[in-house]
């Protein structure tokens, strides 16, 4: 009982870091249809901008760890944006210059990170707290694990509560399904586009100090190996569903690390496979919108 | 004609590679109905679309003395340009509320009008637009033009795929509309367009073909066949009840 307790909460907190990366992924995509294969790099940037402030105030008290968070999502939110500002806006429509556009933005972010702050990881502190572990049935569960789920709810429903009750909410809802008659109502939906590049920024960032605490380190290569598991988790939940991303998130991490343990290590394998039967049984993910 | 509120001049269209409008020309006056009239598919969405700029375009287009034609959709709907699609495009997944928020640009948009014009509306506030009725998801997108104080409407086949007794309802909101803004209308039911239009533009291929008074166009009964196909002793079985502008 004390393993399936722990692999759970664990599977959660990975789940809730995969939420953090798929929310914004989802939102891009349902607004804009651009696969963003550069939103990695907004979780590293933000990583490493957290353990930036964090190494000078002192990492060990929750001011700073709270701090850092703070940073983290500023720094993803203005990389981001400044990303949909200066390439993607040019490019809408063409989807092909999109990916060739992100997937390079990711390869020379990784390439800048390497050269700013080195290829090998940098291990991070936090609040004593974060380090230690609670017994819950038994099982001894990482402390960080429940900042992670519940970090992952209050962004959640951060978002559900900025889409349903401002008007840049209301804006992207409607463009989600009908861009050209948002822009017909004589609105000029690409600030939406920046707002949502940059939430998806933020939380990718926010993410990204909170993906250090999960792992204890920070390197250059972290956003790109979730952005895999991110992108997996968008599509079983359904491209441009943000409750769809929710769910899968919690799904895919949980089975992983079931797989992980109980399976001989065939959880990245076993999310594939879900990933394809997804794909052959629903193509339009758990709670994605049907293809016209 | 008075100062027309829409002139449009050699305006081409293009629709993935296809021209779909060629080198029309025409003015819209700046009071009543002017109908633009065509067979299927000759371009008479895609005019209207070129004029927005939601399509590919070329050529020349003013609006209240402005030329537009250089600007993006938002900034020429933001000019006093409302717009009622082909296929209403109400936004499903939003309340009808949500709709009619969406659209609201003016400081003090025109709230009363439209719960007068549309009762139904104002009870139906909270219901998801995408469960309402064909007819009451037209009203929603009248409602939407309607709520801002645009110049100019642009009403593309409001009563497509309506019951009469909706259809008569739709006119009848359109007369009331009119009566407040210029409207350009593209519409199939010859019965609406006699009812409202004064005035009346005909595509055929793509270019414009006649330019005229509504009810002389409509009383010639050679035009109406060539050019639209239809003869207008047809249309009247099918009248719908009348409208007092």
Do not use: C
């Not at chain 1, 998130?249 to 394998?269: E, I, M, P, R």
């Not at chain 2, 239009?197 to 060539?226: P, S, W, Y």
């Amino acid at each position: 009982m004390s393993t399936i307790v722990l692999l759970l909460i664990t599977g959660l907190g990975l789940g809730a870091l995969y939420f953090l990366i798929a929310s914004g992924l989802s939102l891009i995509y349902g607004l804009m249809g651009v696969l963003n294969f550069a939103h990695g790099s907004f979780l590293t940037l933000g990583a490493y901008a957290g353990w930036e402030l964090a190494r000078r105030l002192g990492a060990d008290n929750w001011g700073t760890f709270i701090a850092s968070l703070v940073l983290g999502a500023i720094v993803g939110a203005v990389f981001a944006a400044a990303t949909e500002f200066f390439l993607i806006r040019k490019l809408y429509e063409r989807h092909i210059e999109q990916v060739l556009v992100t997937v390079g933005l990711a390869l020379a972010s990784v390439a800048l990170f390497d050269g700013i702050w080195g290829v090998d990881p940098i291990y991070v502190a936090g609040p004593a707290w974060l380090g230690g572990t609670t017994e819950i049935l038994g099982a001894s569960v990482p402390n960080n694990r429940f900042i992670l789920i519940l970090a992952a709810v209050l962004i959640l429903l951060a978002i559900v509560a900025f889409l349903k009750y401002t008007r840049f909410g209301l804006i992207i809802r409607a463009g989600v399904e009908n861009r050209s008659m948002v822009t017909a109502l004589g609105i000029d939906v690409r600030r939406a586009f920046t707002v949502v590049f940059a939430i998806g920024g933020a939380a990718a960032g926010f993410g990204g100090v909170l993906s250090a605490s999960y792992y204890g380190f920070v390197s250059p290569a972290i956003g790109g190996s979730l952005l895999i598991f991110a992108f997996i988790v968008t599509v079983i939940g359904g491209l441009g569903s943000l409750a769809g991303a929710a769910i899968a998130s919690a799904l895919v991490a949980v089975l992983q690390q079931f797989a992980n343990f109980y399976l001989g290590g065939t959880g990245d394998f076993v999310v594939v496979l879900l990933l394809a039967v997804v794909l052959l049984v629903r193509p339009r993910g758990l709670l994605g919108s049907a293809v016209a | 004609m008075s100062e027309p509120i829409l002139s449009v001049r050699s305006l081409s269209a293009k629709i993935a590679a296809q021209q779909v409008v060629e080198n029309v020309s025409f003015d819209v006056a700046a009071t009543w109905v002017t109908a633009l009239l065509g067979r299927n598919g000759v371009g008479k969405t895609s005019t209207i679309k070129g004029i927005l700029g939601l399509i590919e375009r070329r050529g020349e287009v003013h609006f209240n003395g402005t030329r537009i034609d250089k600007q993006r959709t938002h900034r020429i709907v933001q000019r006093g340009i409302g717009y009622v699609p082909e296929d209403r495009e109400i936004f499903s997944k939003l309340t009808v509320s949500e709709n009619l928020r969406l659209a609201e640009r003016d400081a003090n948009p025109r709230r009363e009008l439209v719960a007068e014009l549309f009762p139904d509306l104002t009870a139906r506030a909270a219901q998801l637009a995408g469960t309402l009725s064909g007819g009451q998801q037209q009203m929603v997108s009248l409602a939407r033009a309607l709520l801002n104080n645009n110049k100019l409407l642009l009403v593309d086949e409001p009563t497509k795929g309506l019951a009469p007794i909706v259809v008569s309802e739709v006119a009848a909101a359109l007369a009331e509309a009119a009566s407040i803004v210029p409207v350009l209308l593209v519409e199939q039911n010859l019965q609406v367009v006699r009812r409202l239009a004064t005035d009346v533009i005909v595509i055929a291929g793509g270019r414009v073909v006649h330019i005229g008074n509504a009810t002389e166009f409509l009383d010639d009964q050679e035009m109406v066949k060539n050019f639209l196909g239809v003869s207008t002793n047809k249309t009247a079985s099918s009248s719908p009840p009348a409208v007092t502008p």
